[in-house]
């Protein structure tokens, strides 16, 4: 098992979600703090505030997991010394930026609240800072001696992993606010908006995770038996090492079919069908307790399905050139 967990790389997996999802669930309160700049809302600005809560733990999580990847973490630093030249300093330094600004735009929103402007200016700043991090997350993988990882790929599935997982982490947060701090008469409507944008977000990002996929798993099967001139990363470690990569990438693919069906199933499927249940039940409707029961339901079926993905994704990382 601990093996299986090494060849996984759970550290990494943990990382690259967490940190992704931080992001994603950054942007979700911060167009919503612009959203509320021309039409103010107090109700939305509760959700908004509270919903802050999440940002510094998902962040501050995902960091302690990327030192758990490390040999020996006390020496961690020296990574941050080559920024010219390395995307994984680059991805440290973004990383370690965003957390501080995520530190910062919460305590504006909590100890500040009246200097909304200076807040989402940092805001602003904080987004991109996020996204350019993931950026450099994405790129750390896109060298020669990891054929199997060394695709475009990589950029719609990590991408579409914040976009789904931040949204619906700010969702829960809502549901767990709405009737216990905040009058739920007053919040409902607040709630159904939000739900619809939720539906949007969530269907945007399963067709996103779902292009994303097919087009690796069409890259590993097409490129394993005939490996074209064009194979990224061929002049740099050899034909055949890529070739071998790519074979044995696909077979490990063939050998987790339950990992790729989890990864189909709940990190794609479930998104677009609470996507369409959300849009459903409202037009007809329907409770909020029970939609805020899908959406609270959903969220570990969903982190389970990027779960499986992202192992995946590092187990076909092998051979380890």
Same mark, same amino acid.
């Given at each position: ?17 967490? #940190?992704?999802? !931080? ?11 612009? %959203? @509320?700049?021309? /039409?103010?809302? /107090?109700?939305?600005?509760?959700? #908004? ?19 758990? &990847? ?16 390395? $995307? %994984? ?12 600004? =995520? ?5 504006? $929103?909590? @100890? ?8 989402? &200016? ?19 993988? *896109? ?7 060394? &695709? ?31 009058? %739920?008469? *007053? ?13 949007? #977000? ?23 038996? *005939?490996? !074209?001139?064009? =194979? ?17 990438? &696909? ?27 959300? $849009? ?35 187990? #076909? ?5």
């Amino acid at each position: 098992m601990m093996n299986w967990l090494h060849d996984a790389q759970y550290s990494l997996v943990l990382f690259t979600l967490f #940190t992704q999802a !931080s992001v994603g669930a950054f942007w979700v309160l911060l167009v919503s703090d612009f %959203l @509320k700049r021309k /039409a103010p809302d /107090a109700i939305q600005d509760a959700f #908004t505030r509270i919903g802050t809560y999440i940002l510094v733990p998902l962040t501050a999580v995902g960091l302690i997991f990327s030192t758990t &990847h490390l040999g020996r973490p006390i020496y961690a630093w020296r990574a941050l010394r080559h920024i010219d030249s390395s $995307w %994984l300093s680059r991805e440290i330094w973004g990383f370690g930026l965003f957390f501080g600004l =995520v530190a910062l735009y919460t305590f504006l $929103w909590w @100890k500040r609240i009246n200097d909304a402007e200076l807040r989402r &200016h940092i805001g602003v700043v904080t987004g991109i800072v996020g996204v350019l991090a993931i950026v450099s997350q994405i790129m750390v993988y *896109q060298i020669p001696g990891r054929p199997t990882w060394n &695709h475009l790929s990589t950029f719609p599935l990590f991408g579409a992993s914040g976009l789904i997982l931040g949204p619906l982490a700010v969702a829960v947060v809502y549901s767990i606010v709405w009737g216990r701090f905040i009058d %739920l008469k *007053q919040g409902e409507a607040t709630v159904r908006l939000s739900h619809r944008r939720l539906g949007i #977000t969530l269907l945007s990002g399963a067709v996103i995770y779902a292009v994303g996929l097919l087009w690796r798993l069409h890259f590993l099967a097409s490129s394993a038996y *005939q490996p !074209s001139a064009a =194979v990224a990363g061929k002049a740099a470690v050899g034909a055949e090492t890529v070739k071998t990569a790519l074979v044995i990438g &696909h077979q490990i693919v063939e050998a987790n079919r339950l990992m790729l069906g989890l990864q189909a199933a709940l990190g794609i499927g479930v998104p677009a069908l609470l996507a369409v249940a959300l $849009w459903y039940l409202h037009k007809k409707g329907a409770s909020l307790k029970l939609c805020n029961a899908l959406i609270a339901a959903g969220l570990p079926l969903v982190a389970l399905g990027e779960l499986a993905g992202r192992a995946l994704y590092y187990l #076909t990382g092998r051979p380890w050139f």
